[in-house]
């Protein structure tokens, strides 16, 4: 079992910068690939940024050269580092764990969310 807390979000102004940050209690941190998803006022739950247990990362096409996903296993956290923040990047964002098979049975776990508004 892994629980998620986020933290980091609120109010910031378009241009600006925001950290989010996700801690993980539980063990087996290291085992799983993070996530950072959102969702905005009347859209569907989207993934931002991933970063996988062998170091590879990814990013949605409209965050691309603008976040920047981190983690520190022995922390057991991970950071969303967001800038040039936009208005369309309003949204609760949320802390993902999974794993998978062939080496474990599917887990999937969410944090509750922290909301990050921009501000024109």
């Known amino acids: 079992q892994v629980h998620l807390m986020e933290s980091g979000g609120g109010l910031v102004q378009s241009g600006g910068s925001l950290r989010l940050s996700c801690t993980a209690s539980?063990?087996?941190?290291?085992?799983?690939?993070m996530g950072w998803y959102r969702q905005g006022p009347g859209k569907q739950r989207e993934l931002v940024a991933l970063?996988?247990?062998?170091?590879?990362?990814d990013y949605a096409d409209p965050v691309k050269g603008r976040f920047t996903i981190s983690r520190d296993n022995a922390k057991k956290t991970v950071h969303l580092e967001m800038h040039n923040v936009k208005p369309e990047d309003t949204a609760i964002y949320y802390c993902?764990?999974?794993?998978?098979?062939?080496?474990?049975?599917?887990?999937?776990?969410w944090g509750q969310g922290t909301q990050v508004t921009v501000s024109t």
């Open positions: 993902n764990a999974k794993r998978g098979p062939p080496l474990f049975r599917n887990s999937d776990y």
């Open positions: 539980g063990s087996g941190f290291s085992t799983y690939d």
């Open positions: 970063f996988e247990i062998d170091g590879l990362t």
